[in-house]
Every structure is written in C-alpha cells, then in structure tokens.
C-alpha cells in the first residue's frame, strides 16, 4: 500500500497535468498513489503515472476530490491542483505532520510560479462574514511560517483518508470556490487543528480571476459556510453586520454587472432550505468545541491586497471590530477575533 494518495482533478485544457503527476512521483521519502479524477479534460488521454478516475461527466471541484478519495488506498489523501507542482519533500513533510492526531488539515504553502519568491498562499485568513482570501498573497517566501490557520489553500492540502471520509468530503453542492474553507471550519469544530508548513512548498501556475459567474457561486457559498457552521447565538450577533453587508454588496453587484447572480444565489438559498437545514444539524452535531474556540481563529477586519477586490474603508473596520468587541465576542465568550 502507498504511504500516500495524491488525488488530482482535470477539466478542461490541462497543460500541466503530465508535470504534476511528473512532480508527485518525484516525491522523496513517500510512496505516492496518483488517482486523476477526469472530469472532462483531453489531457487525460494517455497520461502516464497515474490512475484515471471517470465519473462520466464534471462533478464540479468538490465531486471530483470526493470521487478521487473513495478511489484511494492510501490512509493519508493529498489533493493537488492541475496547476501545482509539489517539491519533492513537500508530501512527506505533510503526511509527516498528520502523524499527530491533533492536527486534521495541513496545508503547503503555495508559491507563485511565475514570481518563484513570493507567496500565492500560506493559508488563508476567514472573516467572520465567511469572507477568504489568499493568506500571504505577494509576501516573501522567506518570510512563510509554520503554524495555525483559519483554513488551508485548496491547492495542495492533505488529511487523513479517514477524517475526511467521517467528514462528508467537500460538500458537493459548493461545485467551486470556498470548499477549502468550509472543510477547514468543519476541521475545527472537530477540535482538530488545521495548519500550513513552510517546509512543504508547491508551485502555482496562480490565475486568479472575477466574472460573474464566480462571484455569484462565491457568495452563494459564502452564506452555507455563515449559516451551517456558527451556533445560533453567534448567528443572532453576527446578524446586523449580515444584513449590513448584503445591503452593500447588493448595490457593488448591480454597479458592477453581477445582481442577477447574487439574487440567484438568494432563491437557491431560500428554495434548498431543506438541505441546508439538515447540513447546518450534521454540522452542529459533529463539533466538540464552541464558537468561543473557534472564532478566535477568524478576523474581524478585512485586509487583502487590491486584486482580490474586498477591501474595506478604514473607518467600517473600525466600526465592525468595535461591534465584534460590544456584542459578538461577548455573545459568543470570546474576546475580539484575531488572523
């Protein structure tokens, strides 16, 4: 049995598939099984040190990495990116750190490949709001630390196959975009840590991107994390700043040519209110620990570098925190959330 699975999804034009599975295999002091998941990509024709997985049609992110995890052997599953390059101590430096069954998540830090000294990810920071950018983003890699974080990089990040599985996997109804952090929160509430190693490096051919089909998805994920994972109490505190902020992203997305998308995801909200009452008790019942715990893992000001286009002024950080430190930290037993 291989000590390890890598588990790579593949959609569409994968012009580095054949140099990550490359790059896995080259992998030092582990055994690694490559189980691509081809969710629709001709990439996948004659690839070559790896074990294709068709579902038959494109299950979305979250599917594919469920669909490559049953398929795997190994106790400890990687999920790579098509677009990541792992070096070759980063897998064992992972499953390495997994062996303390105090830890669930363990996520790499993601370098830029085109700027190969800065940092794509070393974990990212999560709002109370749910909102999540990449942690570190054009910081030095040299400066990259090993520890606690609200949520690992869905780039490359590893877990016991087993804790995954207990979990659910990634929620397949996110399709994309906020899986990583919906599982790490879930990680949490588990009273496992998740965190991220500066030893175990990959490289990210990075394209980010905003249209509006994404940031619709985006904010349609943002509220089944908020809504499924904070006890009812946080929730009651949390709400003016919800409402707050969906009154402002409401007029940002009609300026910015996204309305529709963000309404759409208010009536899936509204007409699967069913599966998101039953995922918020699945949730519920598997946490050992309460929002006073988790939250200090979270922030309540939001910093991000201009291109993720999610700054806020000064003056509403300044607002937001004092309303966390008067009614949310007090509410939930915590003192103000810090990154």
Partial sequence: MSDISAVVCAYGEQPFLQTVVA????SEGVDVEVVVVDNGSPDCAGLQGARIVSPGYNTGFAGGCNVGAKAATAP???????????EPTALRALADRLADPGVGLVGATIVLAEEPDLVNSWGNPVHLLG???AGGYGEPVADARTGSRASVSGAVFAVRRADYLALGGLDETYFMYGEDLDLSLRMWLTGRRVEVLAEARATHHYDFSRNPGKLGLLERNRYMTVLSTYQGRTLVALAPLLLASEAALLLRSRREGWLSQKTAGWRWLVT????LRRRRNRIQGTRVIPDADLLTHLRATIDPP???GIAMAPAVQTLIAAYCDLVVARVAGVRRPTG
């Fill in 131 to 133: 909102f999540s950018w």
């Fill in 23 to 26: 790059a896995l295999h080259a």
């Fill in 76 to 86: 400890i599953v990687a999920f790579i990116n098509s677009d990541a390059l792992v």
């Fill in 272 to 275: 699967h209110r069913r599966h």
């Fill in 306 to 308: 201009p291109r993720f």
